[in-house]
C-alpha cells in the first residue's frame, strides 16, 4: 500500500520522480521521499505529509546529467507517519524503496541489529537495505558484488513487496525485485523507468514490461536484466497507453464528483459489445468455462464486496445457480471447503488487493476455475486468473469508489443474465425485459442539476447526530451498506448498512431523533415490507431521509426518484442520491473528499 516509482537515465529526475509520485499518491499519502545518485553525489530529500511538502522541500534542487532514482509515497503499515519511517531508507551507502509487507522483517533485524547494524526506523523495509550490504560486504569477496549480494537479499525475503534498490557501490544500475506487490518497467530509448501503475510513465516511455511475481533483475545502460527462480528470462514489451486525459478532474471539484458524473457514460462503454440484440456476450470469455459449473463462490472487500453481495441475488434468481459471497479477508483464514464445481469470482478495482489476490491464488491451489471482475488490465488478479472481464470504468482517483461500484455491479448483473442463458434458466420474454432495463441505465444515472442541488441542500442537516442507518431490503441492502461506507469513508461520521427487517432484532433500539436513517424505498420491490419497517423506526422518532418515487408522509427529508418496473434502474438512480449524499456531507465537513483519511486507493497488504 504505497507508491513507488525510479529512473534511470540523462533527464532530470527529481520533477520524474515528483511527478510520478503524484500520480500515485492515491495508494498512500502520509509521507513521501526520493534519493538520487549522479556523478558520485547522493542526495535524498523525504517529507512527511502530502507530496507538496517534499516539492516544497526540494524546490532548490534539480539533477543534471546521468544518474540513478527511486521515490516513494507512503501509507504506513509499520511505524508512524514520520520523516524517518518514510521511503527511500538508508543504508550506509544504498537506498531501498518497498512496497507491501517484509513477513520475517523482526527475525532479520534482530539478526542484522546483533551483527552491528543500526536501524533508524521502526519500519520492515529498513532490513532490505541493512541485509544488502551485509551480504555486499560479506568476505570482501571480488566475486561478491552488489548484484550477488542483491540477489542473496531477496532469497531471504517473506512476504509481499515490490522494492527497488540503488547503492554507491553499483552507481549505474537500479536493482529491483517484484512479489506479491504490483511493479512495471517502462522504457523510453536508454531511458528506463518503474513504477507501480502505469499512470506515472504514461507521457514518458512508449513501451512496458509488467512484472510477474517471483522476477527481479538490474537496470544498467539503458538495458533491463530481467531473472527469476529459473535463470535468466526474456520479456516482450508492450506498447504503453498514451491518454492521461480521463484521469484529470475536468472542471469537477473532485476525482469523486467527476467519477459520479461520469458513471452514464462509462457504462455505455461497459456494455459495449456485450448487450447484444437479444443476449448478452462477452467475446473475452470461452462458453467452456461455465461446463460443470453448479456453484458460484464471489471473493472481494469492500465496495466490490457490496457489489457482489448485490448480485448474489441476480445469479440465484436469474440464473438459478447457488451463489456465496465471501469477504476475502475472512475466505483465507476460515479454511474454506472449496469443490470443483464451484466458479470462483473475484471482484476488484485495481485488481491489487492483497486479500483479495491471495483468496484467488487458495481457489486456484484447489484446483477452482476462476474468473476476475476488475477495472484494471495487467493488475495482478486480472493476471492470475483463468478469465477476466474487465469493467471499464477508466482510471478511478477518488479513494471512495464510485464508478468501480456501478460498472462492477452491471458486469455482474450482465454475467448472470450470461449464466442463464447457457443455462437456459431464463425465458425470451424475461431477456427482454434485463437487456431493455440495461441500455436504460446510463439515463438512470444521468445526475440531474436539482437532484445534486438538492442534495447540497439537505447535507447541512446530517452533519451531527448519533449516527446514520441505511436500510434497504433484497438488492437494496448491499446498496444500504455501500451508501454508508460511502458516508463514513468521506465525512467520517458512523454510518451502518441494515436489511430493513432486522432492524427490529436490535439496532432499533438506537432509535431516537438524532438517529438518521436514510431508506431506500424503491417501487418495483417489497415496497411493502420496506414501508412497514420504517414507519416502526418512524415511531421511534428516528429523522427519516426517504428515497423513493414513491412520496411518504413520515418522511422528514424527501428525495423522489423515478419510477421503473425494473428494480435494477431504481437501484442505481438511488446508488447516485446516496454517493452525492457522501460527497456534499463531506464537502460541507471540510474533509479531504478524494484522499480521505487513513485510506489508500489501493490496499496490496493484508
Ligand atoms: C471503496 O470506496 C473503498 N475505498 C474500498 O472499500 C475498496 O472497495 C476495497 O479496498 C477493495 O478494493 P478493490 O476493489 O480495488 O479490490
Redesign the pocket.
Known amino acids: 500500500m504505497c507508491g513507488i516509482v525510479g529512473y534511470i537515465g540523462n533527464n532530470e529526475k527529481k520533477e520524474i520522480l515528483l511527478d510520478g509520485l503524484q500520480e500515485l499518491e492515491y495508494r498512500g499519502y502520509d509521507s513521501a521521499g526520493i534519493a538520487i545518485i549522479e556523478n558520485k553525489q547522493l542526495k535524498n530529500f523525504k517529507a512527511v505529509g502530502r507530496l507538496k511538502n517534499l516539492r516544497e522541500k526540494t524546490k532548490d534542487y534539480s539533477s543534471e546529467g546521468f544518474g540513478v532514482s527511486i521515490g516513494h509515497t507512503r501509507w504506513a503499515t509499520h511505524g508512524k507517519p514520520t520523516e524517518l519511517n518514510a521511503h527511500p531508507h538508508m543504508g550506509a551507502y544504498s537506498f531501498v524503496v518497498h512496497n507491501g509487507i517484509i513477513e520475517n522483517y523482526q527475525a532479520l533485524k534482530k539478526e542484522l541489529q546483533a551483527e552491528g547494524a543500526k536501524f533508524l526506523s521502526q519500519t520492515d523495509t529498513e532490513t532490505i537495505v541493512h541485509l544488502f550490504e551485509k551480504n555486499h560486504k560479506i568476505n570482501n569477496n571480488p566475486n561478491n558484488t552488489p548484484w550477488k549480494a542483491f540477489q542473496d537479499t531477496i532469497k531471504r525475503l517473506e512476504g509481499a513487496y515490490a522494492t527497488l534498490l540503488i547503492t554507491e557501490a553499483d552507481e549505474q544500475s537500479i536493482y529491483f525485485a517484484k512479489n506479491g506487490s504490483p511493479m512495471l518497467i517502462g522504457f523510453k530509448d536508454n531511458d528506463i523507468y518503474f513504477a507501480s501503475s502505469d499512470t506515472p510513465i504514461i507521457g514518458k516511455a512508449t513501451e512496458v514490461y509488467y512484472l510477474e511475481d517471483g522476477e527481479f533483475g538490474y537496470a544498467h545502460n539503458g538495458k533491463l536484466h530481467l531473472f527469476n527462480v529459473d535463470g535468466q528470462k526474456k520479456f516482450t514489451k508492450q506498447a504503453l497507453a498514451t491518454d492521461k486525459a480521463m484521469a484529470q478532474k475536468d472542471g469537477y471539484r473532485f476525482f469523486m464528483e467527476k467519477e459520479i458524473y461520469e458513471q452514464s457514460t462509462v457504462m455505455n462503454d461497459t456494455m459495449m459489445g456485450r448487450v447484444l440484440d437479444g443476449k448478452i456476450d462477452f467475446e473475452e470469455l470461452d462458453p467452456t468455462l461455465f461446463d460443470n459449473i453448479s456453484n458460484i463462490k464471489i471473493c ?6 457490496h457489489s457482489a453481495l448485490a448480485s448474489s441475488y441476480l445469479f440465484e434468481r436469474l440464473a438459478k445457480i447457488p451463489c456465496q459471497i465471501e469477504i476475502a479477508s475472512e475466505f483465507r483464514y476460515k479454511e474454506p471447503l472449496l469443490r470443483d464445481d464451484t466458479l470462483f469470482i473475484t ?7 492483497a486479500d ?1 489476490l491471495e483468496a484467488l491464488k487458495m481457489a486456484k491451489r484447489a484446483g477452482l476455475k476462476s474468473l476476475s471482475i476488475c ?1 484494471v488490465d495487467n493488475s495482478s ?1 486480472v493476471r492470475e486468473s483463468d478469465a477476466a472481464v474487465l469493467t471499464r470504468a477508466g482510471i478511478e482517483k477518488g ?4 464508478k ?2 456501478a460498472t ?1 455491479t452491471m458486469v455482474l448483473w450482465m454475467l448472470a443474465i450470461y449464466v442463464a442463458q447457457a443455462k437456459k434458466t431464463i425465458s425470451k420474454e424475461v431477456l427482454e425485459i434485463e437487456l431493455l432495463a440495461m441500455r436504460q441505465t446510463p439515463k438512470a444515472l444521468l445526475v440531474k442539476e436539482e437532484l445534486h442541488s438538492k442534495m447540497t441542500r439537505l447535507s447541512k442537516r446530517y452533519l451531527h447526530g448519533h449516527g446514520f442507518f441505511f436500510i434497504g431490503r433484497d438488492l437494496f441492502f448491499p446498496l444500504a451498506l455501500e451508501g454508508a ?2 458516508l463514513k ?1 468521506i465525512s467520517y461520521l458512523h454510518a451502518e448498512g441494515y436489511p430493513s427487517g432486522e432492524m427490529k432484532h436490535g439496532p432499533i433500539a438506537l432509535a431516537d431523533a438524532e438517529l438518521f436513517t436514510i431508506a431506500l424505498m424503491p417501487k418495483s420491490l417489497h415496497y411493502d415490507k420496506i414501508k412497514s419497517n420504517v414507519e416502526e423506526l418512524c415511531a421511534r422518532d428516528v429523522t427519516l431521509l426517504a428515497i423513493s418515487p414513491e412520496a411518504f408522509d413520515l418522511a422528514d427529508d424527501f428525495v423522489q426518484t423515478t419510477y421503473s418496473s425494473h428494480p435494477m434502474l431504481e437501484f442505481f438512480e438511488m446508488m447516485v442520491v446516496t454517493q452525492l449524499l457522501a460527497l456534499e456531507i463531506s464537502v460541507r465537513l471540510g474533509n479531504d473528499v478524494d484522499m480521505p483519511r487513513n ?1 489508500a ?3 496490496t497488504v493484508e
Open positions: 472481494a472487500c469492500g465496495t466490490s464486496y471482484i476488484s478495482q485495481s485488481g491489487e488487493t483479495t477495472n488478479i479513494v471512495a469508489s464510485t468501480a461500484f462492477q461506507l460511502k469513508e485510506l486507493k489501493s490496499v
